[in-house]
């Protein structure tokens, strides 16, 4: 069974940083090969997809957070990472981790910025 957990979300002011951490588990040798996204919900708003890494190395961003967000993966931890960096208020909201192989979610960490 594939398992994600995320890690690292947090208060910060407009402008900071924040580093997301998800851990997959249950894709047993073929973690690199997987694709894997970030999506985030804010209040009132629909499921976005902010970020994905391909596993052959391409990569998407959503325009929101071209340019200041960047999406990384350690195929070594099977794990993926999302650096934010420059946030907004805007940015506020709960980051999800999502693998489309065997449609796994993570619960969710909350990003706030405070302007």
């Known amino acids: 069974q594939v398992q994600v957990v995320e890690s690292g979300g947090g208060l910060v002011q407009a402008g900071g940083s924040l580093r997301l951490s998800c851990a997959v588990s249950g894709t047993g040798s073929t973690f690199s090969t997987h694709a894997i996204g970030w999506f985030r919900q804010a209040p009132g708003k629909e499921l976005l997809l902010i970020a994905r890494v391909y596993g052959g190395g391409k990569i998407f961003y959503d325009d929101s957070v071209k340019g200041r967000f960047t999406i990384s993966r350690d195929n070594a931890k099977n794990t993926v990472y999302l650096q934010m960096n420059s946030l907004k208020p805007q940015d506020t909201a709960v980051y999800y981790c999502?693998?489309?192989?065997?449609?796994?979610w993570g619960q969710g960490t909350q990003v706030t910025v405070s302007s």
């Open positions: 999502h693998i489309p192989f065997g449609n796994a």
